[in-house]
C-alpha cells in the first residue's frame, strides 16, 4: 500500500469558532483565528502567562472532549496554545484539520 502525501494541504488553517477556555481559576470564552495539530490560536480579551496551563474546548464542532494544553506566548488580545496531546490525538485533530480544509471555500484559505 502507498500512500501519497502532498504539500498542498496546509499545517495551520484559519478555523473561527467559539472556544471555552479554562485555567484553573476562570472559565472564558474566546474565538479561535486559527488551528493546526501542534496548537490554536486564540482572540480575545483576557489576559494569559506564557507556559500557563489550560483546558480547551472547541464549540462549533459539538466536542464533547477537552484538549490540553500550554500558552506558549500571549501578546494584547490573541494567545498561541501549544496542545499537549497523545500520538492518537494529534493523528485524530490532523485528520479533522484535513477535512476542515477540503470542506473551506477557496477563497478563505487563499
Known amino acids: 500500500m502507498a500512500y501519497v502525501v502532498s504539500d498542498l494541504i496546509p499545517t495551520r488553517i484559519p478555523y473561527q469558532t467559539e472556544c471555552l477556555v479554562?485555567?484553573?481559576?476562570?472559565?472564558?470564552s474566546l474565538q479561535t483565528a486559527d488551528i493546526c495539530t501542534a496548537g490554536?490560536?486564540?482572540e480575545g480579551q483576557p489576559s494569559f502567562e506564557k507556559a500557563?496551563?489550560?483546558?480547551?474546548?472547541?464549540?462549533?464542532e459539538d466536542a464533547a472532549c477537552w484538549?490540553?494544553?500550554r500558552v506558549a506566548?500571549?501578546?494584547?488580545?490573541t494567545v498561541g496554545v501549544d496542545l499537549k496531546l497523545m500520538?492518537?490525538?494529534q493523528s485524530?485533530?490532523?485528520?479533522?484539520?484535513?477535512?476542515?480544509?477540503f470542506n473551506k471555500p477557496l477563497?478563505?484559505?487563499i
Request: hydrophobic share 50%; charged share 25%; aromatic share 4%.
Open 22 to 28: 479554562e485555567d484553573g481559576a476562570r472559565r472564558v
Open 40 to 42: 490554536i490560536l486564540l
Open 52 to 60: 500557563q496551563d489550560m483546558r480547551l474546548r472547541l464549540l462549533g
Open 67 to 69: 484538549l490540553e494544553g
Open 73 to 77: 506566548y500571549a501578546h494584547a488580545s
Open 87 to 89: 500520538p492518537e490525538e
Open 92 to 101: 485524530l485533530l490532523g485528520s479533522i484539520i484535513t477535512l476542515l480544509f
Open 107 to 109: 477563497d478563505i484559505i
